[in-house]
């Protein structure tokens, strides 16, 4: 059974940093895509970042130069770096991978990212 196990997330001031990690397991494929979702209360899940097995990164502009996509592809694991954080970054943070050949759409539970002073 593939499961995405993610940590990190938390509380930060305005202007800080944290790094939310997502770890896929039960799977011997390794994810053609992994990336980050984010849903604010009252609004829909949205990307945030993603990044293909060859490295290719896709951000929202709303991040872009302050949130930083990578992955470790032998370890089936994907870090979302985010410095700068405002108060509108703060949601129900999700990793998602997609799995090759059609094995599917994997989702973590979500990890909480509040930006509050």
């Known amino acids: 059974q593939v499961q995405l196990v993610e940590s990190g997330g938390g509380l930060v001031q305005p202007g800080g940093s944290l790094k939310l990690s997502c770890a896929v397991v039960g799977s011997i494929l390794s994810p053609s895509v992994m990336g980050w979702y984010r849903q604010a209360p009252g609004k829909q899940r949205e990307l945030v970042a993603a990044?293909?097995?060859?490295?290719?990164?896709n951000a929202a502009d709303s991040v872009r130069g302050r949130f930083t996509i990578s992955r470790d592809n032998a370890k089936n694991t994907v870090v979302l770096q985010m410095t700068n954080l405002k108060p509108e970054d703060t949601a129900v943070y999700y990793c998602?991978?997609?799995?090759?050949?059609?094995?599917?759409?994997?989702w973590g539970q979500g990890t909480q990212v509040t930006v509050s002073s």
């Open positions: 998602n991978a997609i799995l090759p050949l059609g094995n599917g759409n994997y």
């Open positions: 990044i293909s097995s060859g490295g290719i990164t």
